[in-house]
């Protein structure tokens, strides 16, 4: 089951066209991994992988939080 917050991350990366190969020569995480969470939304994101995309947007983890999107 996808979570809401990989929905957001997802979202998010998609509206700032980050290329997946992009995110992931820049985080480590594998283009695959990434391919199957971010864009085939088949599997959730790990935690250490959450928090990598975060540092690596320069995003707070809180800014993907539920109640900060209607």
């Known amino acids: 089951?996808?979570?809401?917050?990989t929905e957001?991350?997802?979202?998010?990366?998609?509206?700032?066209?980050?290329?997946i190969k992009e995110?992931?020569?820049n985080?480590?995480?594998?283009e695959y991994t990434l391919d199957r969470s971010l864009n085939?939304?088949?599997r959730p994101l790990r935690t250490?992988?959450?928090l990598t995309i975060c540092a690596?947007?320069?995003k707070n983890?809180?800014?993907f939080k539920k109640d900060k999107f209607p």
């Open 23 to 25: 995110l992931s020569r």
């Open 56 to 58: 690596f947007l320069d």
């Open 8 to 19: 957001m991350v997802a979202n998010y990366i998609k509206q700032k066209g980050i290329p």
């Open 1 to 5: 089951m996808l979570t809401f917050t």
């Open 27 to 30: 985080t480590g995480i594998s």
């Open 48 to 50: 250490n992988e959450f």
């Open 40 to 42: 085939k939304l088949v």
């Open 61 to 63: 983890p809180n800014d």
